[in-house]
Nanobody, 115 residues
């Protein structure tokens, strides 16, 4: 059974930084893309950032210039470096892996930006 294990969430002040990690047991040779999505209370889940197996990245407009997604293929882990955090970034962040026609999700990690 495919596993995605997320870590790195927490409470941070506005303007601060956090790094999220997502380690997966899915073979890196079968992964098309990894990414991060988030869901704030009362809102739908939305894309944050993705990175393909070729290293092509895509970011949602609200996080461009502040968040960076990258992968360590040897560790089969994706990271989301978040800087200049804003209160509106508060949400549960979910890791996603795309393999063929299937999507796999992590359990989610809470990020709270508050003073």
């Amino acid at each position: 059974q495919a596993q995605l294990v997320e870590s790195g969430g927490g409470l941070v002040q506005p303007g601060g930084s956090l790094r999220l990690s997502c380690a997966t047991s899915i073979s890196r040779f079968s992964i098309y893309a990894m990414g991060w999505y988030r869901q704030a209370p009362g809102k739908e889940r939305e894309l944050v950032a993705t990175i393909t197996s070729a290293g092509i990245t895509n970011y949602a407009d609200p996080v461009k210039g502040r968040f960076t997604i990258f992968r360590d293929t040897a560790k089969n882990t994706a990271y989301l470096q978040m800087s200049s955090l804003k209160p509106e970034d508060t949400a549960v962040y979910y890791c996603n892996v795309k393999r063929g026609l299937f999507d796999y999700w992590g359990q989610g990690t809470q990020v709270t930006v508050s003073s």
